[in-house]
């Protein structure tokens, strides 16, 4: 597990803090000792496979699921612990959910109003117009959500969730339901509409490049731990494991030993900083290039043989065989003429060192 999420104490400005929170249904154990922190306009992802309890995660932030053990904490405030749980209005989080809940019943105005309840008249419409305007649906107050796209429909879920001026914005795959096209437009807007009213988010995803997209933070959650807290860039290029390294793009993974700095995986050596001993190192397909011409003597140079070439638009997909069997993946500008048996390079700083995992 990376460092990054190993942090004693959170931030003093801290939105949203878990410290070793654990959930469990029954006899079955969902969170194990989750802790993580976001400050003031940050947006997070919790990103994993199907059933690691990224919504559990949420749902405990909202207070719709006690925590087992472990404390919650929203601006220093405690709002979960083990026999503790302040209630869901108190908390002021908002929620977007996956199908968006809005009524069918009501016009836009009336789903974005609905929780004021307590306002009079002349502020609920002037809230209401602020909202209208931020996400981009000035004039719509009066349409239905059955005459709204896709994307209209989740920015009326958002400026519900947004009308109460919550300090954090729950979002559980708000993204899911959309074509592929909207959903890289939703993305953008998505990530400016969070700029502009400053509110932190915690989002959840099964999508990678979504994830990356968006977030200031990942949390990588694996059967109910996390792996790895950090940003979108140290997540890809510096991944604390092997099963972060794989679950987030392609990478090579090298079963290497070391010894006096270097480290060797059947035919291929590279220098490292790794102490002597076996070691794992993650090396992405992109950092590997053809090397016709070697242009930094630093470069690890390998030839290995083309066994097999996937078309991936702006790039192809290259399956390699070194000497000694070793078999590997680089991605290289489509239309590069390709012969048999090549030469290749990467630099040894993009190798690596993971922890293993299964």
């Known amino acids: ?180 096209n909207l959903r890289t437009q939703m993305q953008d807007e998505l990530k400016a509409l969070q700029r502009s009213v400053g509110v932190t988010f915690v989002f959840v995803t099964h999508d990678q490049a979504e994830a990356m997209a968006i977030s200031d933070r990942i949390a990588i959650l694996r059967g109910g731990q996390l792996e790895q807290l950090a940003s979108p860039r140290d997540i890809y290029h510096r991944p604390a494991s092997a099963y972060v390294a794989t679950f987030v793009g392609r990478t090579n993974l090298l079963d290497c030993a070391v010894s006096s700095g270097i480290a060797t995986c059947r035919s291929l050596s590279f220098p490292c900083a790794h102490p002597d001993g076996a070691a794992m190192f993650s090396l992405r397909p992109e950092a590997i290039r053809l090397s016709d011409r070697p242009t930094d003597i630093s470069a690890v140079r390998f030839r290995a043989m083309v066994r097999g070439r996937t078309f991936q638009g702006p790039t192809e997909l290259l399956a390699l065989e070194c000497a000694g069997g070793l078999s590997i993946v680089a991605r290289v500008p489509a239309r590069t003429a390709l012969g048999h048996e090549m030469d290749f390079e990467f630099f040894a700083d993009d190798a690596v060192a993971v922890e293993r995992g299964v």
């Open 1 to 180: 597990m990376n460092n990054d999420s190993r942090e004693s104490a959170p931030p003093r400005d801290a939105v949203i803090a878990l410290d070793g929170v654990t959930q469990a249904y029954g006899k079955t154990a969902v969170l194990n000792g989750i802790s993580f922190a976001l400050q003031r306009g940050d947006i997070g992802c919790l990103l994993g496979a199907s059933g690691c309890g990224k919504t559990t995660v949420l749902r405990c932030i909202a207070g719709f699921e006690p925590v087992a053990g472990g404390e919650i904490r929203l601006n220093g405030r405690l709002v979960s612990g083990r026999n503790y749980s302040v209630p869901t209005e108190q908390r002021r989080v908002g929620m977007v959910f996956q199908d968006y809940a809005l009524f069918p019943h009501l016009d836009v105005a009336a789903n974005i109003a609905f929780g004021l309840h307590d306002a009079d008249t002349g502020h609920r419409a002037r809230r209401v117009a602020e909202l209208l305007e931020t996400v981009g649906l000035a004039g719509a107050g009066k349409k239905f959500p059955h005459e709204l796209s896709g994307g209209q429909q989740q920015r009326v879920a958002l400026a519900r969730a947004l009308v109460n001026r919550p300090r954090l914005l729950l979002l559980d795959e708000p993204l899911a339901a959309l074509d592929a």
